[in-house]
């Protein structure tokens, strides 16, 4: 059923920072776990959060949303109840005291042809007063990548900070600068104030 | 504890010496500056400043580049399911998790949640925390010495509604001392994390209660600088909601950010 009673351009509700105690409440069982770690095609996306003094942040929590292998965009529910087997694309997961995130997940796939894939991720932490989006690039995808409008019209040190490393054993390595030199491109979407 | 090179890494009360005189006139001056912009044409803000001073904390954890724009890929055009496995039944009521009634004042806080253009946003994730009458968290980082609830964690999460409607029933929270600076004290409050059919509309924020005389002392309340901004965050008392001899009711909507993706007639997943 489509809503046909919508009004135009309401006003967006203002965010707040995370606070420091949503250690207790956002965190869940398996919630960093999009697939079993360990499981055929899981492969460990992990990285650290820095400050701007270059200090880990041990007090952040990051959400990833992504399509899967194929590129489909998934629709299933279960991601605070995982059943080990249904991938949900979506994973939370707080630092560590080092500022120290992973999650378990795989490569996803191009949404669409020549599509260069990425991970969605959102970032808050104690002392950040708005969330922050940003995307994980894949480093394999260099046709897709040179070609990509939006990483195009960034100079290319930003665009290599957001595309990730591959490790030896397959994993992928993404830090989070908040701010300094080597600061994260964040986005800003349509709509967007901030 | 972990390092912290900012002014917040006051090991204690003591420690954080800035009296709160300080901390009013550069929360002060800040919105003097910007009151004066408005005046002069400028657009009003309607969300926090990441870079905002009278929060210590957020001195060294805001970005000082303006965000990339980007339009939303197909990805971030969806947002995560949720669905009635996710959660059970009875997670939005705050006050029965335990064997025991908590203590404090009962009170229902709803409302819907809309995105920008007035749409509800329907069977979406709402979770919420908070302290609890006393204003202590069940954290291991909650130092404040407050007494714990042993019938409440303060800990909530719902599904929305055909129409955007949320419910939680629990306690009203209190207000609790942080270490900002000295004699520091956060207006009560409850943390509200929300999903919405897009993931660029994910958003984190806090509900506050009407009236709170700590809103104007408060660095992380006034970091919204527009004053009507502000108070879209507080709640409104509402007697319908009140139920007889029973409890308080509040009523808060929230609006995330316009969807881009074209309505489409996809409500047929749940
Ligand atoms: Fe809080």
Known sequence: MTDHTATPDLTPTPGQTVGPFYGYALPYDHDSELVPPGSARAVQLTGVVYDGAGVPVPDAILEIWQPDENGVVPRETGSLRRNGFTFTGFGRAAVDPEGVFSFSTVDPGPTEADKAPFISVVVFARGLLNRLFTRIYLPEHTEALAADPFLSSLDEAERNRLIATRGADGSLRFDIRLQGEEETPFLRFPGHED | ?270
């Open chain 2, 1 to 270: 504890m972990s390092p912290q090179p900012t002014s917040d890494t006051a090991k204690g009360p003591d420690d954080a010496a800035e009296s709160q005189a300080t901390l009013s006139k550069e929360i002060a001056d800040i919105e003097s500056a910007y009151t004066e912009d408005v005046d002069g044409g400028k657009k009003p803000e309607t969300q926090p400043r990441l870079d905002y001073r009278p929060y210590r904390s957020s001195i060294l954890r805001h970005p000082t580049k303006d965000p990339r724009h980007a339009d939303p890929e197909t990805i971030e055009l969806f947002s995560p399911a949720f669905g009635h496995r996710d959660i059970g039944t009875l997670e939005s009521d705050l006050t029965i998790q335990a064997d025991g009634e908590p203590i404090g004042e009962r009170i229902r806080v709803t409302g819907r949640v809309l995105d920008g253009q007035g749409r509800p946003v329907r069977n979406q994730l709402v979770e919420i925390w908070q302290a609890n009458s006393a204003g202590r968290y069940i954290h291991k980082r909650d130092q404040h010495p407050a007494p714990i609830d042993p019938n409440f964690t303060g800990v909530g999460r719902t599904l929305t509604g055909d129409d955007g409607s949320y419910s939680f029933t629990t306690i009203k929270p209190g207000p609790y001392p942080w270490k900002n600076h000295h004699n520091a004290w956060r207006p009560a409050h409850i943390h509200f994390s929300l999903f919405g059919s897009e993931f660029t509309q994910r958003m984190i924020t806090q509900m506050y209660f009407p009236g709170d005389p700590l809103f104007a002392l408060d660095p992380i309340y006034q970091s919204i600088t527009d004053r009507s901004a502000r108070d879209r965050l507080v709640a409104t008392y509402d007697h319908d909601i009140t139920e007889h001899e029973f409890l308080m009711g509040y009523r808060w909507d929230i609006v995330l950010t316009g969807a881009d993706r074209t309505w489409m007639e996809e409500e047929d997943d749940d």
